[in-house]
Each structure stands twice: as structure tokens, then as C-alpha cells.
């Protein structure tokens, strides 16, 4: 959902609703909270959540820089670095 498919958010984004800011931070927040090694025990859940971040950072790159932190920032580009690396994700 908060990759856009379902809800056009930037609606709510013109009648300074933030919904859509703050259900994506808390969503990268808990992603961001996760173990790496953990995650890599659950192969088809470690591809589907590397997958969600790589689509969220590729089209609202603009808001994650307008409207979230610098630590929620940082915390996601590393987990999206370490899905590149990682062997069971296809970029």
C-alpha cells in the first residue's frame, strides 16, 4: 500500500493530510528495526521487504528527503544497501 498501488497519496499531500508521511515512516521505521541476519533465515520475506523499500526509495525519493528525519534516512539506505548485496535479492 504505501508504495502507491492502491491510494493516490499525493492528494492528501495538496490538503496537508499526512497520512501517507506518517503510515511510511512508521512502516520504515519497523523495517529498519530489523535484524539483518534474522531477516536472511526468511528468504521470501527478506526479498518481498527489500523489495518494498527499493520500489518506496525509487518513487517518493522527494518525500523521504522533504519530510523524514536524517537517522530514519540513514537507517533505510543501509538496509536497502544491504539488499543489494544480499545473494537472494535480484536487483
Same mark, same amino acid.
Given at each position: 500500500?504505501?508504495?502507491?498501488?492502491?491510494?493516490?497519496?499525493?492528494?492528501?499531500?495538496?490538503?496537508? !493530510?499526512? *497520512?501517507?508521511? #506518517?503510515?511510511? $515512516?512508521?512502516?520504515?521505521?519497523? +523495517?529498519?528495526?530489523? !535484524?539483518? *541476519?534474522?531477516? #536472511?533465515?526468511? $528468504?521470501?520475506?527478506?526479498?518481498? +521487504?527489500?523489495?518494498?523499500?527499493?520500489?518506496?526509495?525509487?518513487?517518493?525519493?522527494?518525500?523521504?528527503?522533504?519530510?523524514?528525519?536524517?537517522?530514519?534516512?540513514?537507517?533505510?539506505?543501509?538496509?536497502?544497501?544491504?539488499?543489494?548485496?544480499?545473494?537472494?535479492?535480484?536487483?
Amino acid at each position: 500500500m504505501i508504495n502507491g498501488n492502491y491510494i493516490n497519496f499525493a492528494i492528501c499531500e495538496y490538503y496537508n !493530510d499526512d *497520512v501517507f508521511t #506518517q503510515l511510511t $515512516s512508521l512502516t520504515l521505521k519497523m +523495517v529498519a528495526s530489523l !535484524d539483518p *541476519v534474522q531477516l #536472511q533465515t526468511y $528468504s521470501k520475506v527478506e526479498v518481498t +521487504v527489500y523489495g518494498m523499500l527499493w520500489c518506496f526509495f525509487s518513487h517518493h525519493m522527494e518525500l523521504m528527503f522533504m519530510k523524514f528525519d536524517f537517522s530514519l534516512l540513514k537507517s533505510v539506505s543501509e538496509m536497502l544497501i544491504r539488499g543489494l548485496s544480499a545473494t537472494s535479492f535480484e536487483v
